[in-house]
């Protein structure tokens, strides 16, 4: 393929191919870069503009936004490294289920949140903890372990960068370069255009991952001679990828229902929640999120399958990229430029609203919070959370620079984590009764349950409880709503005034 490169004499035709290849993907970020500042023309210059864009994104844009972040590293390059090593399983574990759990966590936890969050004009989540049950206490350590799980999330999406610009250049560019460009890209247009910049940017990369991961499939399907004699190659080599039974156990799949739970504690959705300009604009996230799950995740599931065909002995670690290899080895360069530009979108449409949010929480919950609330400016504000976008940015690469892991066992870990803290969002919003007793028995649990199964079963990529195939998250959620509960109903409710403000008519 590289015989199609028109390149200047004396040139190498890899070399050629390669610069074409990087040429487009540069041409990508500088596209992006220019989204980010051009929404910054609407900046109107306060802190509830730059934290929530002042509450006035629509419906388009808030699906786009809330579906990108979600969509990150996790769900192209995790779940195609996934699916490379145990089959088509890995799309009923997460995508099947969180087409239908994380709307419904939209439905009821997300609308709910935003209607508390407009009346009573928070932020974050954890300004509307602290004051639901009367605690800096709780919102404190809600802070610390809310920042704790989102690192390894942040983690996914630089990693994520890394290896894919290093194996689409076929080595020539070191993976610490991707996960350089892609932090500086994303610090940019946060910094500088805030929530309206990031919802904007979201909502364009979100569009073009969908479309070329569908091109990508399509593409790379035909490269193998059609999708039907591809996957009669792969029933001869390895039948098992294409069956459920010996890869999963029914036990496994249950277990992971409770992963998609993990949405309704994730800052950067609840954050982008409360920047609905109405309640109904909640409708076509609910209604068109399971077909966007589906256009995502299927060609990537298929696609890490199929990659036992071209590339049958990879490591766990080299698993991470087998899409990026397939786009590598099969499309040309102007289309794997594109292809890689796809990757690198649904990349920074998650880490640009993760490290945002961050930000946010910082500035608003420990630097307001604890002693500066009536002594600084909307631009000092935003400022600091400048500033602290900018540091979290920073740490999270230097961490990618030494971490050496699945990316799907990651994600799954700090997915396990968030959803552990689910009872507590569902208890504030719908239980009078619950009481900060409670809150705190549930969170402890989590952070003892989380740091066992963590160190028992880091590095193991089948790990379960007891090897009886129930995941650990299974058993944190449970243990979570079971702590809430105890703790409720052996201490005080909270007073009438705390009830009249937040139950309402």
Known sequence: RRKHCLKPPGLRPDVCGITMTLAVIASYMALVLMVGVLSHRLFRGTGEDYFLATRSIGPFVLLMSLFGTQMTAFALLGASGQSYRTGIGVFGLMASSSAIVVPTVFFFVGTRAWAIGKRCGYTTQVEYIRDRWESDLLGLLLFIALVALLIPYLLIGVMGAGITLADISGGQVPTWVGGLVISLVVMTYVTYGGLRGTAWANTFQTLVFMTLGTVTFIYVANAMGGLGPAFERIAEARPDLLVREGNYSPVTYLSFLFIPLSAGMFPHLFMHWLTASKLHNFRITVVAY??????????????????????????????????????????????????????????????????????????????????????MTDHQQVLVARIFVASILVVTYLLSLITRTSIFAMGTWSFTGFAGLFPIIVAALFWKRSTKLGAFASLLTVTALWTYYFIQGWGQPDYSVGGTGVMPVAVIVTASALAMLAGSLLSSPPCDATMRKFFSA
């Open 290 to 375: 399971p077909l966007c799950i589906a256009v995502v995740w299927i060609p990537s599931v298929l696609l890490g399958v199929l990659g036992n065909i071209d590339f049958p002995e990879l490591t766990v670690l080299e698993s991470n990229a087998v899409m990026v290899r397939l786009i590598e080895t099969h499309a040309p360069e102007f289309l794997a430029g594109l292809l890689g530009a796809g990757v690198f979108a649904a990349v920074m449409s998650s880490l640009d609203s993760q490290t945002l949010s961050l930000g946010t929480m910082f500035t608003k919950d420990i630097v307001l919070h604890y002693g500066y609330d009536q002594k």
